[in-house]
């Protein structure tokens, strides 16, 4: 079965820090991929998405995702985060079988420090 | 513009009380609709998807059941709340790829 593996559950940064977020997938074949985010008290929004063509993905808020088919990945990342970046941030696969579903990774907690 | 309500935000119920959340999408037509649950600390679970009117798959068996009567409208009730039933509920919709999310609804059962 496809799952989806986010390996950080919680991370914490400083202001002006790197961020990389991993998302792992198991599926061998065509995917579509997505990153979500969800900020305190807020619903859930679409950052980023890679359906083809270049994979290194431009989002909303100075993010990106690159995916890296070789690797099964599709990593999040922001040069320099900021405190709003602060929120939870989920990866999902839409898989060509999935039967018109997503699936998700469990979700990474982002704390930034101000 | 596509838009979805979902409703409604909050809802504290009593233990064996029932339960309906409605979710509507406005500005598409024979969308795929999804009941989720977010519980504490935990990812998204599948509920119940649909991808057409009276068409329903239920992903995880449970004390909750979903129907869509019309094209845009997807409901999840529930006839005897659980304790355990309480979290948070996000609709969803989709065409052709991404979903989009309704505010959700946060269920406390007392």
């Known amino acids: 079965a496809q799952s989806v593996s986010q390996h950080n559950h919680h991370v914490i940064l400083s202001e002006a820090a790197s961020l990389e977020l991993g998302c792992n997938y198991s599926y061998g074949g065509t995917v579509n991929l997505f990153w979500y985010v969800q900020y305190p008290g807020q619903h859930l929004q679409l950052l980023l998405k890679?359906?083809?063509?270049d994979p290194l993905v431009k989002g909303i808020k100075g993010f990106e995702a690159e995916f890296i088919k070789s690797k099964f990945s599709f990593n999040l990342r922001k040069p320099s985060v900021q405190w709003s970046d602060t929120a939870e941030y989920f990866c999902a696969v839409f898989a060509s079988d999935s039967n018109y579903q997503l699936i998700w990774g469990a979700g990474t907690k982002l704390i930034i420090k101000p | 513009s596509q838009t979805i309500h979902q409703w409604p935000a909050t809802l504290v119920q009593p233990v064996g009380s029932p339960l309906s959340l409605e979710c509507t999408v406005e500005g598409t037509s024979n969308p795929n609709l999804y009941w989720y649950r977010q519980a504490a600390g935990r990812g998204l679970q599948l509920l119940f998807y649909s991808v057409g009117i009276g068409q329903i798959s239920s992903e995880v068996p449970q004390n909750l059941s979903a129907s869509r009567p019309q094209d845009r409208q997807f409901i999840l009730s529930s006839k005897k709340l659980l304790l355990s039933d309480s979290g948070f509920y996000l609709c969803?919709?989709?065409?052709?790829?991404?979903?989009?999310f309704g505010s959700g609804t946060r269920l406390t059962v007392v």
């Open positions: 969803a919709w989709s065409v052709g790829g991404g979903y989009t």
């Open positions: 890679y359906f083809s063509g």
